[in-house]
């Protein structure tokens, strides 16, 4: 297995770190905090699913001898936070996690689950993750309307390097929004001793509240979010690039550890999907049988960033939140224009995605449940319709 290292492959496995780390973060943090979710746990959250991702990120690549790379759910995050606080406050919400974990852990266990889950039609699962992320795509332009001394520095940032460097486009806007903070920003006089006591990692359990209202509108929608945009195009990645992982294992493993990361209040963890891609490219290594140590490396490097979390988020407390959520948003523009292109590119679903895209940008809940849900069923209602109806006429 060492004969197989090499320079190139750690490199990129730092980088795949450095980039899966900085430019989803901000939307793990807006996630659960809208959800309820205190500094303290937000922390321990960050720092629960940065040990769980590095260490299953080191197993299955060693294991498997494949570059098989590991992430959070950012579409999730980006989900839970278009939903707010729930009833039973954020312990009801860790239920609700726990619940995600254990369906995905079902997926890989029981084949007509994980099939059921690919028979959803593309533009509807595509429209409801669009609706789903498109408040948090606002949050930009939100930030430059709130203080555009503070606001357009970020988006500038972002919107020239993705010119030139894609990959950097959202650390750079993090760097400049760190830049803001400390140049635009009135910070305490005793900021570095905060810091400084912020360092040490802590990680904390939280007590679950299993509720009916937390499995309809949390559990349910992020199960099949966290399936739908990164589990299964993250099995469809390692495939096109020639390696053949069995599904049912990979679910299985990310299930386990979904559950164990939600007892420290942590969103599910699953496949990637970039950097797999990273990990599977030729830039991670020209033998094909020598990338998996991309993924081992970017493994250890998450576990490294997450003993950070409490200092990081020390550090972006000391800032208006909406400039933290422009960075979230605009980490989020990729995923929104990839999603909303593959919604309404059919024209013979069309109606359904614009009706399931409605209903879940609405972020309106009827009898408790939340729109992402009621989204997807007024979707494939309107698509059912349409297919039988249309024959008739």
């Avoid at 993250?234 to 979904?258: C, D, H, Q, R, W």
């Avoid at 895209?357 to 309106?364: D, E």
């Amino acid at each position: 297995m060492f004969r197989d290292f090499s320079g190139q492959a750690m490199f990129m496995g730092l980088l795949i770190a450095f980039v899966g780390f900085v430019s989803s973060f901000a939307v793990i943090m807006q996630g659960l905090t809208a959800m309820g979710a205190s500094p303290p746990q937000v922390a321990s959250a960050l720092l629960a699913l940065s040990l769980l991702m590095g260490i299953l990120g080191i197993i299955l690549p060693v294991w498997k001898r494949m570059p098989i790379s590991v992430a959070w759910s950012t579409p999730g995050a980006a989900m839970i936070a278009s939903i707010g606080i729930i009833d039973g406050g954020f312990p009801a919400a860790v239920g609700a996690f726990i619940i995600a974990g254990v369906l995905i852990f079902l997926a890989g266990l029981f084949s007509p689950l994980g099939r059921a889950i690919r028979m959803i039609p593309a533009p509807i699962a595509n429209a409801m993750l669009a609706g789903i992320l498109v408040s948090l795509c606002l949050a930009p332009v939100k930030a430059v309307a709130f203080n555009p001394w503070l606001g357009l520095p970020i988006v500038a940032t972002w919107m020239i390097v993705i010119v030139f460097r894609r990959l950097w486009a959202v650390p750079a806007a993090l760097a400049a929004f760190a830049a803001v903070l400390v140049f635009g920003v009135e910070l305490p006089s005793d900021v570095f001793s905060r810091l400084g006591a912020a360092i040490h990692p802590d990680l904390s359990l939280v007590t679950p509240v299993f509720t009916l209202h937390g499995f309809i509108s949390v559990a349910i929608p992020l199960f099949i979010v966290t399936m739908a945009s990164q589990n299964i195009p993250g099995i469809a990645i390692l495939k096109v690039n020639g390696y053949e992982p069995s599904p049912s294992l990979l679910f299985m493993a990310t299930g386990l550890f979904s559950v164990a990361g939600a007892l420290a209040g942590a969103v599910p963890v699953n496949m990637a999907a970039i950097t797999a891609a990273m990990c599977a490219s030729e830039e991670a290594h020209a033998d094909p049988k020598r990338r998996y140590w991309a993924a081992i490396i970017g493994g250890f490097g998450y576990i490294l960033l997450g003993l950070l979390a409490s200092a990081i988020i020390a550090f972006v407390a000391l800032s208006p939140p909406i400039l933290l959520q422009a960075v979230a948003g605009l980490a989020l523009v990729g995923a929104f224009s990839n999603a909303a292109q593959a919604a309404f590119r059919d024209a013979e679903s069309r109606e359904a995605a614009a009706i399931t895209f409605l209903v879940t940008a609405s972020g309106t809940t009827f009898a408790g449940v939340s729109g992402a849900f009621w989204g997807l069923l007024a979707g494939a209602a309107m698509l059912g319709f349409k297919h039988y109806v249309k024959p008739l006429g």
